[in-house]
Each structure stands twice: as C-alpha cells, then as structure tokens.
T-cell receptor, first 115, second 114 residues
Framework: DAGVTQSPTHLIKTRGQQVTLRCSPKSGHDTVSWYQQALGQGPQFIFQYYEEEERQRGNFPDRFSGHQFPNYSSELNVNALLLGDSALYLC??????????????FGPGTRLTVL | AQKVTQAQTEISVVEKEDVTLDCVYETRDTTYYLFWYKQPPSGELVFLIRRNSFDEQNEISGRYSWNFQKSTSSFNFTITASQVVDSAVYFCALNTGANSKLTFGKGITLSVRP
C-alpha cells in the first residue's frame, strides 16, 4: 500500500518564477492538505482540498493556489516566487470518512530553493 | 485561534536515558485532538500518538508514553530508554475537528548520543 508521494524531491527556482508541486494521497484517502515548513520551524497550513474544492485556507497570499483532480491527487502552485518561499513543502492526506480525529499521513516533502 | 508552544528547543541525552518532551496548547474549542509527530533527517513527518480532549487517560505504548492534563493544557511525551534512532525533531500538533488543519509547535530537536 503506497503512502503519500510527492514530486519533485528538490527544486531550485529564481525569484519571480512559478512552480508546481505534486502530491498523490495514500490509497483510500480523499482529502489533501498542504503545509509549508521553513527551516527550523514547524509546518504551517497552506490549504486543504476535498472533492476538488479548496475547503480551508491558512494565512497565505493568493500567489499560492492549488488544485485537486478527480483521482484525489493535488497540485500546489506558487507564482511570483520570493526568496522567503524557500521551504520544505509537505503534503498530507486523510479520509473524510471514518474517525473524527483522523490521522493525516505526510509525504516526504519537496524542498524548494528560491535564488 | 489555536496555538501550540514547545518551550524546549534542543535536548541532548545519552542512550538509555528517559526523556520528556513538553507541549502546551491553547484553544477555545471544547473538542480538540492532540498529536505528536517525529521528523527524522529525511524530512517525512511520522505520526506517533493521538489523544482527544475527552480522554485524559494516560497510556504507554512500547517505549512511548504521554501525559495529557487539561487543567494545565499540557500534552507531554516521554521516550523511555532512548535510542540513537530516536534522534529527530519532535512536533506537537493540535486540531479541532475532522479534517481540520493541524497547528504545529516549533519542534524540539532531540539528540541521543551513544
């Protein structure tokens, strides 16, 4: 049973560019959440997708957008990259069914460096 | 708003010592869930334990145990007989409902020396 997968593993971009990160949820999961983890900090919630719609959003600017596909996979897009966007981007999947306090399973992350 | 505070930033112990990681949380919700995650150098967050606000019973699972006290809003995590492989960053996290966002603390870097 494959866990959460993310691609690419590492990415280097320059300021002003755009980037797309991808996530495939754990089998049986239908909800995908994205987090940004700056160096030395805890993960910060960006947004969550369910049924192909953004359901919740954290305090991130509109430069951060996302999408969820019918197969539940998801993309995170960041436009007009800033140096401060350099971070580890984590994807987490969970199920809308079952236990109320469902566990979020995390992927290995994508390390984004903006030069 | 929710907040998680991990006052300890770095802890270093010698193998086989017991170590307790502290976590204090804030929320106005009466129903909430607390988690501990481990992040090894590889970067992937690994789920360790979960507790809901209705259950203050403290448990032991293998070398892990936790102490949940609503009166002090604390959710401390103990590793018994630490091992080198326990070296990682440990995060305490909070959410307030099904599929709601996780609010994380800043993490505690644990180093276990042989």
């Amino acid at each position: 049973d494959a866990g959460v997968t993310q691609s690419p593993t590492h990415l280097i971009k320059t300021r002003g560019q755009q980037v797309t990160l991808r996530c495939s949820p754990k089998s049986g999961h239908d909800t995908v959440s994205w987090y940004q983890q700056a160096l030395g900090q805890g993960p910060q919630f960006i947004f969550q997708y369910y049924e192909e719609e953004e359901r919740q959003r954290g305090n991130f600017p509109d430069r951060f957008s996302g999408h969820q596909f019918p197969n539940y996979s998801s993309e995170l897009n960041v436009n007009a990259l800033l140096l401060g966007d350099s971070a580890l981007y984590l994807c987490a999947s969970s199920s809308a069914q079952g236990l109320a306090y469902n566990e979020q399973f995390f992927g290995p992350g994508t390390r984004l460096t903006v030069l | 708003a929710q907040k998680v505070t991990q006052a300890q930033t770095e802890i270093s112990v010698v193998e086989k010592e017991d170590v307790t990681l502290d976590c204090v949380y804030e929320t106005r919700d009466t129903t909430y869930y607390l988690f501990w995650y481990k992040q090894p150098p590889s970067g992937e967050l690994v789920f360790l334990i979960r507790r809901n606000s209705f259950d203050e019973q403290n448990e032991i699972s293998g070398r892990y145990s936790w102490n949940f006290q609503k009166s002090t809003s604390s959710f401390n995590f103990t590793i018994t007989a630490s091992q080198v492989v326990d070296s990682a960053v440990y995060f305490c996290a909070l959410n307030t409902g099904a599929n709601s966002k996780l609010t994380f603390g800043k993490g505690i870097t644990l180093s276990v020396r042989p």
